[in-house]
């Protein structure tokens, strides 16, 4: 945020910026659909907000799909911002001189286009740092959210997200797409059904790819023109521009994100979660060791082993060794899921024949994980990822961060969400934020 803009809360910015902000005049298409959904017949006005990196992705999609229109487009980088914006208008480009696509705006400030009444729900690609503080003030202001992994960068922050979307109805997605591929719901079906008997251990691999490993200490540079830099911290603390602190490498900066263990361990222990029918809750003791560079601008974990155990004596062992994925162990076989594309092994190999019958756990399947939050904008139905999974998913990665950090084998209360015998390590569970971005 800008030095200039006094430091309001969420609700009371959204409150005067709706009146103040120069918006379309026409109804919201949820205004026109039963019980906050839009009407069948009508587009989902979306905005999406950071566009750099997996926001470019994003915007391929959305500007794919016959039911929705990209309305607006919001990033602190003024040359990601255009980009963007040429983007959209001319995948809408026919729908412009039909006159039924009016262009699309651009922000950098989020709170702006949070206050547009038009506006029925969007999707956040803005670094971890900020997942939490954009996905609530989005549903404060009435929107549905697609909120890319991991919902928060600590536990305090993904539960107030949870309660949020529960206090406003919302939808929220969370961005763990792996678990919407039929691949890997069909493993998990095969686990949640007994077919390789009583699981025993799921064993995570999650290599780091070449060229993420440490740097040394990086210079103080000048602040490109176009980027709003005290706006790209937020909620962090103010520290001098250099080009590897932002945009992709941010993930291995603890400021902002959490290292491997939030970035692709979030996609592979969300499958683990949901095989072991844990997406509501957690392990009972967390361990870990690791190593992370000892001075230069990363500080996250590069090498790392740690174990979680759950209260029915299934233990997660994970590791920094490959090939990248999970592996169900029970008493009669195991299935490992590799990540990404969805690939399946086995042992027996018979396994991935399995039928999963009509009287078992079905998983159901989705048509794709951006779909799957259209539709349940439309219809209010459930998501695949909801909150509460995308939140437990996360704080497995946090508590795991936390044992290495502490060094402490650490005791976890699935329930009251605390770390009970070590007052450090429960103090991490949260972190602090300038203001006005407190979550």
């Known amino acids: 945020m800008n030095d200039s803009i006094s430091p309001l809360s969420r609700r009371a910015f959204l409150k005067g910026a709706a009146t103040a902000l120069a918006v379309p005049t026409f109804l919201p298409s949820r205004v026109l659909g039963a019980a906050g959904a839009v009407a069948p017949n009508e587009r989902i006005t979306m905005g999406l907000i950071g566009i750099g990196g997996q926001g470019g992705y ?18 602190v980088d003024a040359g990601h911002l255009k980009s963007a914006a040429d983007r959209v208008n001319s995948a809408y480009a026919d729908a ?16 702006e286009l949070l206050a547009r009444d038009d506006i029925d729900a969007v999707l956040i690609a803005a670094p971890d740092h900020w997942h939490a ?40 997605q969370v961005g763990s797409h792996e678990r919407s591929r039929a691949n890997a719901r069909y493993a998990c079906e095969l686990v949640r059904n007994g077919r390789i008997g009583d699981l025993r251990r799921v064993q995570i691999n999650m290599p780091l790819d070449e060229g993420r490993g440490a740097i040394p200490p990086q210079p103080v540079m000048p602040v490109p023109e176009g980027l709003d830099w005290n706006l790209w911290l937020g909620p962090a603390p103010w520290v001098p521009y250099t080009e590897k602190r932002c945009h992709f490498w941010f ?50 974990f590069m090498k790392y082993h740690f174990v979680y155990r759950y209260a029915n004596g299934v233990e997660v062992v994970g590791t920094d060794q490959g090939p990248r994925g999970l592996r169900f162990e029970g008493t009669r076989g195991w299935v490992f899921v590799h990540i990404h594309g969805g690939d399946l092994e086995a042992e027996p190999a018979s396994l991935l024949k399995e039928r999963i ?24 139905g459930e ?18 961060n936390i044992a290495m950090l502490t060094g402490r084998k650490l005791a976890w209360d699935p329930v009251a969400e605390r770390i009970t015998n070590c007052p450090e390590a429960d103090r991490m569970l949260s972190r602090p934020a300038r203001e006005p971005w407190v979550v």
């Open 383 to 400: 998501v695949m990822a909801p909150a509460e999974a995308g939140h437990r998913t996360a704080t497995l990665c946090h508590l795991a």
């Open 357 to 380: 019958g009509p009287g078992e756990i079905h998983l159901g399947r989705s048509p794709g994980h951006h779909q799957d939050f259209l539709a349940a904008v439309r219809n209010r």
């Open 96 to 111: 412009a001189k039909a006159g039924s696509y009016k262009g699309c705006a651009q922000y950098r400030d989020f709170r």
């Open 251 to 300: 993930r291995y900066i603890m400021d902002y994100a959490g290292g491997e263990m939030t970035d692709r361990g979030a996609h592979i222990l969300d499958i683990g979660q949901l095989g072991m029918g844990m997406d509501a809750s957690g392990p009972v003791e967390v361990e870990g060791q690791g190593w992370r560079p000892p001075d230069g601008l990363f500080d996250t």
């Open 58 to 75: 994003h915007l391929s999609c959305l500007t794919g799909f016959q039911d929705v229109q990209l309305a607006a487009v919001c990033d």
């Open 133 to 172: 503080a954009i996905t609530i003030a989005a549903i404060e202001a009435g929107k549905d959210v697609y909120v890319e992994k991991p919902i928060s960068v600590c536990v305090a922050q993904g539960r107030a997200v949870c309660a949020a979307a529960r206090r406003h109805r919302r939808v929220v």
